[in-house]
């Protein structure tokens, strides 16, 4: 699982919180930020903090962190540039103005998972003495791919992408991309 670890003082204490590319929130894929409890998954007391602020997300296809601006009339600040619309790359080390209130990006840890082969068991080749001359081999399957569910790690064909997955119902929109071998 991906993570992005966000650190800052609030009323005199350090507090800490860690941020997943896919944990439960208030606006399913992002985790917000701001003043307003209702709204946001992370509650900041500085009276400079617009109550619905920013929102971090994960971009599966770059695995990167990326901040986005909600309001234009109060922009973030992210190492030392203004963020008035769009969205942002977070790194380790990035340090986040809301208003007057600092935020550091103390830690992220991406888990790049390569393209997965899945391969059906091979049964052992027939071992015989006699070759017919006239019998070929028969030919494997060309492998497909499928989208691989980031929740049941079920395999769905690249048409279910704007449907979902069959199993859970989970957005194929972050899945992974596999190599599904055939059985013959």
Known sequence: MN???????????????????????KNPGTIRIGRDPLR?????THP???GL????????????????NLRETNPPQIDGKSLIQGEMMLSKGSLIYLGQQQLQVT?????????????????????????????????QPKPVYGLQCSRCYKVSPPENLQVGCSWCGTSLAAAVSVLVAPSN
């Open 107 to 139: 830690d992220i840890s991406i888990n790049s998972i390569p393209a997965t082969i899945l391969v059906p068991p091979q049964q052992p080749p027939v071992q015989s003495g006699y070759n017919h001359p006239k019998k070929s081999l028969p030919t």
């Open 40 to 44: 946001c998954d992370i509650i900041l």
């Open 53 to 68: 602020h920013v929102e971090i997300f994960f971009h599966s296809q770059q695995q990167r962190f990326y901040i986005r």
């Open 3 to 25: 993570s992005l670890t966000l650190q800052w003082q609030d009323a005199g204490q350090s507090k800490t919180q860690q941020v997943y590319d896919q944990q439960s929130s």
């Open 48 to 50: 400079t903090v617009s």
